[in-house]
């Protein structure tokens, strides 16, 4: 059974920052690319940022520079950290887990960037 696990949101003021997690289990974790997406209200969901297995990183041009996205597979553990946070940054966060014909996605996490 495939779980992706996030954790790490929560309410910060702008220019804060927090450290998404997200803890895999059931797949082979080091062929998946893996990504963080987000929803805000009323919005599609979009691409925040990916790392392939090689490492390679790509990032949406709104968080570039703010947020850095990293892997450890030997803890099957995807992270991002977002500095200089701003409220259009709110929106749930989601872990997705993708190889081939393959995709999975967390349940979300919370971030909320308000003063």
């Known amino acids: 059974q495939v779980q992706l696990v996030e954790s790490g949101g929560g309410l910060v003021q702008p220019g804060g920052s927090l450290r998404l997690s997200c803890a895999a289990s059931g797949i082979r974790f080091s062929v998946y690319t893996m990504g963080w997406y987000r929803q805000a209200p009323g919005k599609q969901r979009e691409l925040v940022a990916t790392?392939?297995?090689?490492?390679?990183?790509n990032y949406a041009d709104s968080v570039k520079g703010r947020f850095t996205i990293s892997r450890d597979d030997a803890k099957n553990t995807v992270y991002l950290q977002m500095n200089s946070l701003k409220p259009e940054d709110t929106a749930v966060y989601y872990c997705n887990a993708a190889f081939l014909r393959l995709e999975f996605w967390g349940q979300g996490t919370q971030v909320t960037v308000s003063s």
């Open positions: 790392v392939k297995s090689r490492g390679n990183t």
